[in-house]
């Protein structure tokens, strides 16, 4: 395998609001300290000031407008038109009919775990273009209710899909516990799939080869290997070189997750960092991402996971990363934009 990336961390971007200075978290639509009413700004990836009509004005004079779907699914995000909607929304192809009762209680919960994987996405530098941009190579989502159809989450040509049901956690809990695995939440699921989308975009011509020496030859039949998953279970000692049983059914799941756990562990540090609960140091001091995993992560998740046992409840973070993963990560890792050989 080739020279791996250096590891830059991720400018860390914590809220405040701006007429009060009171901290703000990421989907707040008023601000609790002074009553002013909030928008997210992508462009300046803040949370900024509206006014009675919804309107924030930016430094270049142009006039943006709360989302149209602040109501339906509790989008705070910022859009060009008045009356329109944000660029978040607007990955959304399918969502609940409005008679879909079941369907838009679930909604908000999944437009949620969606707004926060763009703005992580945007953190770390990786392009998002949506279908209506780049019909061929843009990214969409399809919110679907169970309700009424079978629902099967995943990734096809661009195309996200995921079940609503999983946003009640008493069903997820269900799903998570017949498959008997460690963690299973919405966002996860936006990870892992989002994970197929950039595999399918970023993973070609020079970096075929690398990739399949990590994760194996994805070529072979994916339902033939699923059907073989299910029926024979993860091969004796998968845990030596894979980060989840459900990793170990094609090489296609194996990159999807590695790639929600490089998302799950960038996000979780930059979170900690903001707070003040660890240090993410310069670039010289870690090298490669697997230098951040182990002299950040690992002592970081051990501590959370003892944290969360002193509230009698699961370890945060149920997982060992084995020397196998860590190489994986950091060829995940090496596709961010900017980093270099």
Same mark, same amino acid.
């Given at each position: 395998m080739g020279a791996r990336a250096v590891w830059k961390a991720p400018d860390v971007k914590a809220f405040a609001c701006r007429q009060c200075g009171n901290q703000l978290y990421f989907d707040n639509s008023v601000c609790v300290a002074c009553g002013s009413n909030l928008g997210y700004s992508r462009a300046e990836r803040a949370i900024v000031p509206v006014d009675a009509r919804g309107r924030y004005v930016d430094a270049a004079g142009l006039v943006w407008h709360v989302c149209k779907h602040l109501n339906l699914s509790g989008c705070t995000w910022l859009a060009p038109l008045e009356g329109g909607q944000c660029f978040s929304c607007d990955l959304t192809r399918t969502r609940p009919s409005d008679d879909d009762l079941v369907g838009l209680v679930n909604f908000p919960v999944a437009e949620a775990a969606k707004r926060h994987l763009i703005v992580e996405?945007?953190?770390?530098?990786? =392009?998002? +273009? *949506?279908? /209506?941009?780049? =019909?061929? $190579?843009?990214?969409?989502?399809?919110?679907?209710?169970?309700?009424?159809? $079978? +629902?099967?989450? *995943?990734?096809?040509? *661009?195309? @996200?899909?995921?079940?609503?049901?999983?946003s009640d956690v008493a069903y997820r809990e269900k799903v998570r516990s017949k498959l008997d695995e460690p963690y299973r939440t919405m966002l996860g699921h936006f990870r892992h799939e989002v994970g197929h989308y950039y595999e399918w975009q970023l993973v070609r011509d020079d970096l075929i080869a690398p990739c399949r020496e990590l994760f194996g030859d994805e070529s072979k039949d994916y339902q033939a290997e699923i059907d073989r998953h299910y029926s024979e279970g993860p091969p004796p000692g998968w845990e030596q070189s894979y980060i989840s049983t459900y990793a170990t059914m094609h090489p296609f799941e194996d990159f999807a997750e590695t790639w929600?756990?490089?998302?799950?562990?960038? /996000?979780?540090?930059?979170?900690?960092?903001?707070? *003040?609960?660890?240090?993410?140091?310069? @670039?010289?001091?870690?090298?490669?991402?697997? $230098?951040?995993?182990?002299?950040?992560? +690992?002592?970081?998740?051990?501590?959370?996971?003892? @944290?969360?046992?002193?509230?009698?409840?699961?370890?945060?973070?149920?997982?060992?990363?084995?020397?196998?993963?860590?190489?994986?990560?950091?060829?995940?890792?090496?596709?961010?934009?900017?980093?270099?050989?």
């Open positions: 996405l945007d953190t770390l530098g990786f =392009p998002v +273009v *949506g279908k /209506d941009t780049d =019909p061929e $190579n843009g990214l969409a989502f399809d919110l679907l209710s169970s309700v009424a159809e $079978n +629902v099967v989450i *995943g990734h096809e040509d *661009g195309v @996200i899909t995921i079940d609503l049901a999983e929600a756990h490089y998302l799950h562990i960038c /996000d979780t540090i930059q979170t900690a960092a903001e707070f *003040g609960l660890t240090t993410v140091g310069p @670039i010289a001091s870690f090298g490669q991402f697997r $230098n951040v995993v182990t002299g950040v992560w +690992v002592p970081l998740s051990v501590a959370l996971n003892q @944290i969360n046992r002193s509230m009698g409840k699961e370890p945060l973070y149920p997982f060992v990363i084995p020397t196998r993963v860590l190489d994986k990560l950091d060829f995940v890792a090496s596709l961010a934009p900017g980093r270099s050989a």
